[in-house]
């Protein structure tokens, strides 16, 4: 970058006494700008039979950098720093910190350590007046006092402890949950006073209004995959001089999504169990049992059904086991990966290959989402009866057609016939989410998740997928009842 710097500042043309020689070169790259985007506007009105569209697009950025660095150099700023300063800005935007650098008390004995994993318990009640009142418990013991929304309307702010539980699992950060759970390192009295005090505590809760105004304003985040740079600023400024400041935009990122999703979730459940896992930097919020007796069905979720159940045989038929056969790891979540990568690319165009359309994939998906909840289901004792129900012998869920065809039989599939669905890209989004978080259970290998988080994500994954192939059925009908059509057959 020095390099091409020195040789292009040869070439800038001296400025005349009345000229303003930054301005000549803002200008310049502003036109250049446009120059670049009015090519690609006619690559993509013409399409690509330009053979010399690349050539001209080369040239074009050229001239851009060009103005970059004579701008540069006008403002006496040297390019190879700029673009050093750059590396690390998005570095610090998009980047996680490694897990294993999370905790902030290591070094500390176990009753000064944040907990590593924990189960919580958030109970919501109202009192005469219709007041909402949250309580958070730990094992039965209160955590904190009883909340209400401090507010004119019933919003929700009642489980905001929800959100010093995320940072607390995403950042190893939490001077209000340090200070509830009597974890304060007072056995080191400036870190006590400096990290876990009053003032840092005044700060996390200030974050936590300031995010929640900013997401009240953005459909409490639902949906949505970053927050605004200008948000994560602010915040950087709040706790530059705390040891969380050495955290990346990109870790405060994840722990407001996260925070929020767990919102969004004891919000419709009206209260819940929260399982926090430190060392996955994951926050899951229990969903109700599944349900195991047949769901009343309308004339579209029946035929789905049917022709899930005659695909899924079809298949099982012709590969068995192979979908579990390498693990858990190696075989399924690479299966559901896959089909997950490709949502983003087939969902929003209902693009299809030879042997695959959009709606393929989103079934695909459901299946494999499934299937994953009766191998969890075989993997742990605990958590099959909530699945599905305990067999009289040793069956085994996840062999075979029996498994599936039991949650298929419970499933709600009433979107298929609601005349209401949601847009393509925006069911897209919550699946890709929800994937991450599954990813995150594994982030410790030695010690993942419990199989129950695991299973509440599949169940989401199935849920959110079963939503996308009903937004596919309004907008392309044509392309559902082909594939309806072509198993019906089978």
Known sequence: MK????????????????????????????????????????????????????????????????????????????????????????????????????????????????????????????????????????????????????????????????????????????????????????????????EDGGRAIAIEEGISALVFSYASRHRYLDGKNHVDNDLLDVIHGMVAHLEVGAHRAADWEKAILTGFTAWRALRRLGGGTVYFDLDTQTLTVAEPDAQTTPSEDGPHAREFKDVVTRLHRVKDAAYGNSWKRRGELISILANIARKVDRLANVATAAASTTDESALDTVVDLYVYAVKYQTFLADSDPALAPKVLPAPADETIWSDGPEGLERLLAAADLSCL?????????????????????????????????????????????????????AALKAVHPELYRRFVKTWHAN
């Open 3 to 194: 390099a091409y710097q020195r040789s292009a500042i040869k070439t800038v043309q001296p400025p005349q006494a009345s000229e303003d020689a930054l301005a000549i070169a803002l200008f310049g790259l502003a036109g250049e700008t446009g120059t670049v985007l009015t090519h690609y506007k006619k690559q993509l009105r013409d399409g690509p039979a330009d053979p010399a569209f690349r050539v001209r697009m080369r040239e074009e950025l050229g001239d851009v950098l060009w103005y970059v660095s004579a701008a540069a150099h006008h403002l006496g700023l040297d390019l190879d720093d700029i673009a050093t300063a750059n590396l690390s800005k998005i570095t610090d935007r998009w980047r996680h910190t490694p897990a294993e650098a999370i905790p902030f008390d290591g070094g500390y004995d176990d009753h000064e350590q944040l907990p590593r994993r924990a189960e919580f318990v958030f109970t919501l009640t109202k009192n005469s007046n219709g007041r909402e009142t949250s309580v958070l418990t730990r094992d039965g013991v209160a955590v904190g006092d009883p909340i209400t929304n401090a507010s004119h309307i019933a919003d929700g702010y009642c489980f905001h402890d929800i959100f010093h539980l995320a940072y607390a699992a995403v950042l190893g950060w939490s001077p209000v949950m340090r200070s509830l759970l009597k974890r304060k390192r007072r056995s080191n009295p400036e870190t006590d006073e400096a």
């Open 417 to 469: 016939d609601s005349d209401q669905h949601e847009p393509i890209a925006d069911l897209v989004n919550p699946i890709e989410n929800t994937f991450i978080d599954l990813e995150a259970c594994f982030a410790n290998l030695d010690r993942p998740a419990p199989p129950s988080i695991r299973a509440q994500h599949a169940a989401a994954l199935a849920d959110q997928s079963i939503h996308l192939v």
